[in-house]
T-cell receptor
Framework: QVQLVESGGGVVQPGKSLRLSCAASGFDFKTYSLHWVRQAPGKGLEWVSVISYNAAYTYYGDSVKGRFTISRDNSDKRLYLQMDSLRGDDTAVYYCVRPREGGGWYYPPSLDFNYWGPGTLVSVVS | QSVLTQPPSASGAPGQRVTISCSGGDWNVRNYYVNWYHQVPGGVPRLLIYKDNLRPSGVPDRFSGSKSGTSASLAISGLRSEDEGDYFC???????????FGGGTKLTVL
């Protein structure tokens, strides 16, 4: 069965960096684009970033552009989110999510996420 | 302020029908697929509707999606207590070149 498991969250000071990881299993990892979605405590969902199946294309939400970098290792079946210059409003649960269909890159990327990881909490506090 | 606008709350009695709206613009709702999610407190979001009006396997046909112009809607018929929670719409915004979610609608079953 499809599994996505995030790790790497924790407490960090403003201005510092953190790297999230998402370990995937149960599907052909290298054929799917993957996304990060976050949710601040008590707030709604916010799309963060997407990476194409072959890492050729990446897009970012405006609030993280220039500070976060999405990447993937298809041989290791892992998705990453490098978060630099962290701010208090980056505090959230970060979800690794997979859309329904893989098999190539199409623009715009699909936002039909039928698989979600349990999430990892990032707290940015001074 | 979300690019996609949803009412903050909705409610209905068991067995009734409720609709939740998602209002956007030409750069998102009108020209790109809308997806809907349900999240119960403490839980992970669950895909309810994709590509405007399609249901993933396992989602009851009590849930339906529609779209007209720059507005999309989620309808839930035969309300049940387990339908309570937060509902979010999502679409790609080609002006911003990013994914966008609505602010969410909290559904209460009276």
């Amino acid at each position: 069965q499809v599994q996505l498991v995030e790790s790497g969250g924790g407490v960090v000071q403003p201005g510092k960096s953190l790297r999230l990881s998402c370990a995937a299993s149960g599907f052909d990892f290298k054929t799917y684009s993957l996304h990060w979605v976050r949710q601040a405590p008590g707030k709604g969902l916010e799309w963060v970033s997407v990476i194409s199946y072959n890492a050729a294309y990446t897009y970012y939400g405006d609030s993280v552009k220039g500070r976060f970098t999405i990447s993937r290792d298809n041989s290791d079946k892992r998705l990453y989110l490098q978060m630099d210059s962290l701010r208090g409003d980056d505090t959230a649960v970060y979800y690794c999510v997979r859309p329904r269909e893989g098999g190539g890159w199409y623009y715009p990327p699909s936002l039909d996420f039928n698989y979600w990881g349990p999430g990892t909490l990032v707290s940015v506090v001074s | 302020q979300s690019v996609l606008t949803q009412p903050p709350s909705a409610s209905g009695a068991p067995g009734q029908r409720v609709t939740i709206s998602c209002s956007g613009g030409d750069w998102n709702v009108r020209n790109y697929y809308v997806n809907w999610y349900h999240q119960v407190p403490g839980g992970v979001p669950r895909l309810l509707i994709y590509k405007d009006n399609l249901r993933p396997s396992g989602v009851p046909d009590r849930f339906s999606g529609s779209k007209s112009g720059t507005s999309a809607s989620l309808a839930i018929s035969g309300l049940r207590s387990e339908d309570e929670g937060d509902y979010f719409c999502a679409a790609w915004d080609d002006s911003l070149r990013e994914g966008v979610f609505g602010g969410g609608t909290k559904l209460t079953v009276l």
